[in-house]
């Protein structure tokens, strides 16, 4: 790999690689009159349209919200895209929360809370994530979990796919119609079904050696109920996630916010119900930064 450390794009001299992705390079990025850092993300120059970029890439900075990466400037530079966008200091929940391994339910409900109020806020401005995953959780300076990846998925498709609406994303946590090349935003919420579906019990729904297995049990093959595995998750929560990850869109809740509020109120009834009743934590990520250590370098 040819590093870019040392070189500038816009207002940006790239500091530090960070980490890569199916689209893109990610570097630390300071800026040269501010001196203030920031993650620039270089697309792969092979893999998209320039005026697709431009146009995108503007719908993408638009979108201002306390749950969301904030895009601070984008541009073509010596044929080189590039996104400049705000520093997550602390990882990913992907980091976080390694594959395999089990995250308390109040943990969940934060996470979800926090992440479906920015899907909602997309698919209220007409915008379709296309690849909701643990990796484009990101882990603010607060301690607040940041959306990213906003249409990086559709501006980095090859162009030979811009024609038929192709399945930008990542497999493992796509909807049915997503892969059908039909996403919307319940496609959004299907991936975010199948997220909380593998944070419950340690392993999504579906997995095999190839994404076109994998994709193939995604349309045609019903998920093992999550009490299946793990017989302690109360049916209330397991009828929520199962209801979120149907196969049929209109089976799915009428938006990805009435998810997050369902999965809340039958955490709360399953804890009601529970002998060992606890008070819900506002938020698992609500420590001072100065208690967790930066995880950078780290993948977007």
Sequence with gaps: MNSRVGQQLGNYQLIQFLGKGSFAEVYLGGHIHLGTLAAVKVLYTGL??????????????????????????????????????????YGSLRQ???????????????????????????????????DVKPGNMLVGRRQE??????????????????????????????????LRGRPCAASDQYSLGI???EWLCGTPPFSGPSSLEVALKHISEPPQPLRAIVPLISPAVEQVVMKAIAKD??????????????????????SSCSSNEQTLPESPLSGSPDDTQPMLPYEY
């Design 195 to 197: 997220v909380v579906y």
């Design 96 to 130: 976080r929360h390694t594959s395999g391994e089990r995250v308390p339910l109040p943990a969940v409900i934060s996470y979800v809370r926090q992440v479906a109020d920015a899907l909602q806020y997309a698919h209220d401005e007409s915008l379709v994530h296309r």
């Design 48 to 89: 998209m349209d320039s005026e697709a970029f431009r146009i995108e890439a503007r719908i993408v900075a638009s979108l201002i919200h306390p749950n969301i990466v904030r895009v601070l400037e984008f541009g073509i530079e010596d044929e080189t895209p590039f996104l400049v966008m705000d520093l997550a200091p």
């Design 249 to 270: 869109a209109g089976q799915r809740f009428e938006s990805v916010q009435a998810f997050a509020v369902a999965l809340e109120q039958a955490s709360l009834l399953a």
């Design 145 to 178: 979990v940041l959306l990213s990846d906003f249409g990086i998925a559709t501006l980095a498709r090859p162009s030979a796919a811009q024609h038929s609406h192709k399945t930008s994303g990542t497999t493992l946590y796509m909807a049915p119609e997503q």
